[in-house]
């Protein structure tokens, strides 16, 4: 396990949670994600948020556009797939 103070922080986004800083990385290792310890601006919580979850803020000098996954849907719905995913339970032979 390792634990990696970032300076500076990295703004970031995560999903469902919103816009803050990433000042943290943890790295459990090769069987985990990477964990983002970020402080929310809005609410000033701190969330430990897995690497799937989290996305860069967009940044118009370094040529970054607002990330696809943050674009809000017809419904504002800003995460997951646009359709739900049917399960489907196959038995073995």
Known sequence: ???QQLEPP????VLD???GYAFAVI???????????????DTGEIWCA???RVRL???WTMGRAKPPALTP??????S???EPLKVQTVKPN
Not at 10 to 13: D, G, I
Not at 73 to 78: A, E, I, L, Q, V
Request: net charge negative.
């Open 50 to 52: 897995p690497n799937p």
């Open 1 to 3: 396990m390792s634990f």
């Open 10 to 13: 990295l703004p970031v986004h």
């Open 27 to 41: 790295d459990y290792g090769q069987e985990h994600n990477l964990i983002w310890v970020t402080a929310i601006n």
């Open 17 to 19: 949670k919103g816009s």
């Open 73 to 78: 849907r017809d419904n504002g719905d800003c």
């Open 80 to 82: 997951g797939s646009a």
């Open 57 to 59: 803020q967009a940044n």
